[in-house]
C-alpha cells in the first residue's frame, strides 16, 4: 500500500528558530497538504499545492509559513521564525483527484521551546 | 468557528454491539462528508465518505448516513471490534472537491471486549 513519508517524527526547537518538515507524497498523486492538530484540538487544514503552486490556505498560514516541492517527490513545509504556539503534530497529505480522500502522513511532532 | 462539531469526546462499547459515532454540521456549502480513523502515533486514514446527493453509503462493517436537513451524519460500525478503538474524525468538504476538509475534534471508540 503506497504511503505518505514524513520526516523527522519529532522535532525540537527553540523559539525562534526556522525549521523544515519533510513529506514524501505519493508518487501518482497531484494534490498535497498540510494540516496540523494542536494538542487536543481538532486537526486543522493549514494549505493545498497543486501544479507548483498554493491553492488555498488558511488564516493560520501567514508570512512565517511556506510551502515548496523543490524536486518531483519531496513536499516540504517551512516555518521561518517558530512561536511557542506553533508547537503541534503537522500532517502532510496528499490525493488523486480522481479519488476522494486524502492520504495522510503519520505525522511530525514539532515542540518549540 | 466550529463549523463541524463532533459532541461527544468519548464513546464505549461492547464487543458485537454497534457503535454509532455522530456529527454535525452548520456550513450548509458543505456536499462531501469524509470520516477518518486515528490511531496513537498515526496520521488520519480515510474510511467511508458521502456525497451530499445520497444519504446513506455502505462498506462492509462501515454505513454512514446523511440527514442534509438536520445537518447530521452518523457512522455506525457493526459490529464493532476492539481493533475499531481508535479517534474518528469526521470531515467536511464543499464544492464538489477535497482540496480542504474541515474535521470535527473527534470521537475516541473504546470497545471493549
Known amino acids: 500500500e503506497p504511503e505518505v513519508t514524513q520526516t523527522p517524527s519529532h522535532q525540537v526547537t527553540q523559539m525562534g528558530q526556522e525549521v523544515i518538515l519533510r513529506c514524501v507524497p505519493i508518487s501518482n498523486h497531484l494534490y498535497f497538504y498540510w494540516y496540523r492538530q494542536i494538542l487536543g484540538q481538532k486537526v486543522e487544514f493549514l494549505v493545498s499545492f497543486y501544479n507548483n503552486e498554493i491553492s488555498e490556505k488558511s488564516e493560520i498560514f501567514d508570512d512565517q509559513f511556506s510551502v515548496e516541492r523543490p524536486d518531483g517527490s519531496n513536499f516540504t513545509l517551512k516555518i521561518r521564525s517558530t512561536k511557542l504556539e506553533d508547537s503541534a503534530m503537522y500532517f502532510c497529505?496528499?490525493?488523486?483527484?480522481?479519488?476522494?480522500?486524502?492520504?495522510f502522513g503519520s505525522g511530525t511532532r514539532l515542540t518549540v521551546v | 468557528d466550529q463549523q463541524v462539531k463532533q459532541n461527544s469526546p468519548s464513546l464505549s462499547v461492547q464487543e458485537g454491539r454497534i457503535s454509532i459515532l455522530n456529527c454535525d454540521y452548520t456550513n450548509s456549502m458543505f456536499d462531501y462528508f469524509l470520516w477518518y480513523k486515528k490511531y496513537p502515533a498515526e496520521g488520519p486514514t480515510f474510511l467511508i465518505s458521502?456525497?451530499?446527493?445520497?444519504d446513506k453509503n455502505e462498506d462492509g462493517r462501515f454505513t454512514v448516513f446523511l440527514n442534509k436537513s438536520a445537518k447530521h451524519l452518523s457512522l455506525h460500525i457493526v459490529p464493532s471490534q476492539p481493533g475499531d478503538s481508535a479517534v474518528y474524525f469526521c470531515a467536511a468538504a464543499s464544492g464538489g472537491s477535497n482540496y480542504k476538509l474541515t474535521f470535527g475534534k473527534g470521537t475516541l471508540l473504546t470497545v471493549n471486549p
Open positions: 497529505a496528499s490525493s488523486d483527484p480522481g479519488r476522494y480522500g486524502y492520504t
Open positions: 458521502i456525497s451530499s446527493i445520497k
